[in-house]
């Protein structure tokens, strides 16, 4: 089994940062492709970042591209996603998700194997 824990949320102000990290325990020796999702009220859920493997690759979504930042670090099995200049609209529950290799860095939820339980991030005006 794998089992994916998120930490960092927290109430913040708008302008502010929060960095999210998401512990991975289990099979750790295997690859996977790592997502950070997020879920406000009455929403979808929707991807909002995602990094390959060994982490030369990233994908963001357009309205959080500047703003996040995806990272891994293999040897601590930890993933982090840095987030900067939050807006209200980034109120939301954030996930992290993965998924086991042959894998593609996308941004959508499909394929995902594993999933957190969430970290609330409340961002007020």
């Known amino acids: 089994q794998v089992q994916l824990v998120e930490s960092g949320g927290g109430s913040v102000q708008a302008g502010g940062s929060l960095r999210l990290s998401c512990a991975v325990s289990g099979y750790t020796e295997l690859s996977y492709c790592m997502g950070w999702f997020r879920q406000a009220p009455g929403k979808e859920r929707e991807g909002v970042a995602a990094?390959?493997?060994?982490?030369?690759?990233?994908d963001y979504a357009d309205s959080v591209k500047g703003r996040f930042t995806i990272s891994r670090d293999n040897r601590k099995n930890t993933v982090d996603l840095q987030i900067d200049s939050l807006k209200p609209e980034d109120t939301a529950i954030y996930y992290c998700a993965a998924k086991r290799t042959p894998c593609q860095v996308v941004l959508g939820s499909g394929d995902y194997h594993y999933w957190g339980q969430g970290t609330q991030v409340t961002v007020s005006s």
């Open positions: 990094i390959s493997p060994g982490g030369a690759t990233t």
